[in-house]
């Protein structure tokens, strides 16, 4: 039976709780396909403090074969470097986390936290917190850039704030099913059959957005792009078809994308997540003269029932 270990840093639980909610298939049907021994979880393992520490360790010291190390939250070096910011028992997670990763077949960073540092590493990261082998943009993290998994992988990344249960349980099954090996990881690691669109994709507002129709307050219609900080374009995941709940997205109850995968969240969106900075918004990639031209002609295209039903 394969073994799964589980640990948890600087987190607000969110990423686990977003896997609880897994449906289709739900998490005692995930554990229960795959055939995974959950050695420990901090939220649904029975035992805590020394009882869970006893079932860790022989793990850590390569005693026991590990398949799968999950960590969700980022891994605080503080204070001084001595991960006292963050223990577990008495030891430092992140002393904890460099014994069991070269022992684990696969490890995986669940949540832009352990991805990339995300919140707990936002600016100006006063617990010197930072993701498994990314601090934001940059490879290195706690394990260092050439960390790689007994399997050969690097630390495989499902970002997001929290990650979307599939991203996980499909990431899972892939791994726990043999299918390692054929996982594609973009540039940050991240598997690209999640995260190789962008949330934009799907989003129902696309014809706003075709025709430069923008909504400018809360509450309407319109493409929240132009006035409302939409990063729907440059945020690789791809909420707007996977959905929810099976049924809603950010944008689709009137929100804007604040492009919770990507390495520099939340930081890149700070102080004006509901409010497009004040610049032409160019999605990234895009030739801005070319962009701001053809969204002008666009805009003058627009038939009037979409302006109109824009500001509804
Ligand atoms: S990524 Fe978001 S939801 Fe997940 S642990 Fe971090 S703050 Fe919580
Ligand atoms: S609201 Fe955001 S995701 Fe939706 S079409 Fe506009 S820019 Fe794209």
Redesign the pocket.
Known sequence: MPSLIWLQGA??N??TISFLNADQPDVPQILSKLDVEVVFHPTISPWSGPRALEAIAPYASGERPLDVLVV??AVQNGPDGTGAFCLVGKRPLKELVVELAPHAGYTVAL???ACFG??AAANPNPTDATGLQFHHEAMGGLLGPGYRSKAGLPVINVP????HPDWLSKTLGSLLLGMGDLIELDQYNRPKMFYRSVSHWGCPRNEFFEYSCSAQSFGQNGCLYRYLGCQGPDTHADCNRRLWNRQSSKTRVGSPCLGCTEPLFPDAGAGHFFQTEKRLPVPKGAKPLFHVIGKGFDGMACPAWVKEVARD
């Not at 997001?160 to 990650?163: K, L, R, W």
């Open positions: 987190t607000d969110g990423c969700e939250g949540g832009t936290c995300g919140i997001g704030c929290p990650a």
